[in-house]
């Protein structure tokens, strides 16, 4: 069975700080996708990103940077120079291929202070 | 942004009655899917539909039905409302079966009194 934890559930940073979202998955499967989604206070899901399970390449977007681990299980997630407007939940999913079960984690709830 | 609606918005019921969800897409999409989320869980599956008239049961699909008599149209109803029923529901959408690129809708937030 797939299951993902986000050991953190809240976090407060102070504008301009750099923050780190932790993100642990396990699951059996070789073939597998993960995904960080933003949950903005109005509540809808915003897809962020997604990586496979072949490609452990970092990747940066912008303010936005990912770190996907197969050694450790953890696809961790970084916000470089934090701003007011990141305030959000960001929430950490898996799914595996061929199989319409996606899990996901409880989120971890980031208030970024000005 | 993917077109997806979900109906209504913001509901309160009480204990007992029946509701029932809309979800409405104009993607075309095969596959659609209807999850809760609730604090300390995350969001887990209810039902999901592979197309029309098909559906599956997802990790938490007691006291809760389906129903999808066109693509772009997906029901969740819950046949008579219970307190542990109050949370908010998202509906989501797929092309692949593979879940590489999954989208949702907005959200419902369902009160039971």
């Known amino acids: 069975a797939q299951k993902v934890t986000q050991a953190q559930t809240e976090i407060s940073v102070v504008e301009k700080e750099d923050v780190t979202l932790d993100c642990v998955y396990e699951t059996r499967d070789t073939t597998y996708y993960l995904f960080w989604y933003k949950q903005p206070p109005s509540g809808e899901l915003v897809f962020l990103i997604r990586?496979?399970?072949?490609?452990?390449q970092n990747e940066i977007s912008g303010r936005y940077s990912w770190n996907f681990q197969k050694s450790t299980s953890s696809f961790n997630f970084t916000i470089t120079a934090s701003q007011v407007v990141d305030s959000a939940v960001y929430v950490c999913?898996?799914?595996?291929?061929?199989?319409?079960?996606?899990?996901f984690g409880a989120g971890t709830r980031l208030t970024v202070k000005p | 942004d993917a077109g997806i609606t979900q109906s209504p918005r913001h509901k309160v019921t009480e204990t007992g009655t029946p509701v029932t969800l809309r979800c409405h897409q104009t993607?075309?999409?095969?596959?659609m899917y209807w999850y809760r989320q609730d604090p300390g869980h995350g969001l887990r599956l209810i039902h999901y539909s592979y197309g029309v008239k098909d559906t599956d049961k997802g990790e938490v699909s007691d006291g809760y039905s389906v129903s999808r008599s066109k693509t772009e149209d997906f029901l969740l109803t819950l046949e008579s409302a219970t307190s542990s029923q109050t949370s908010v529901y998202f509906c989501?959408?797929?092309?692949?079966?593979?879940?590489?690129?999954?989208?949702f809708g907005p959200g419902t937030r369902l009160t039971v009194t």
């Open positions: 993607e075309n999409h095969r596959y």
């Open positions: 989501a959408i797929s092309r692949t079966r593979e879940l590489y690129e999954q989208y």
């Open positions: 990586r496979n399970s072949f490609d452990e």
């Open positions: 999913a898996l799914s595996v291929y061929n199989n319409n079960d996606m899990r």
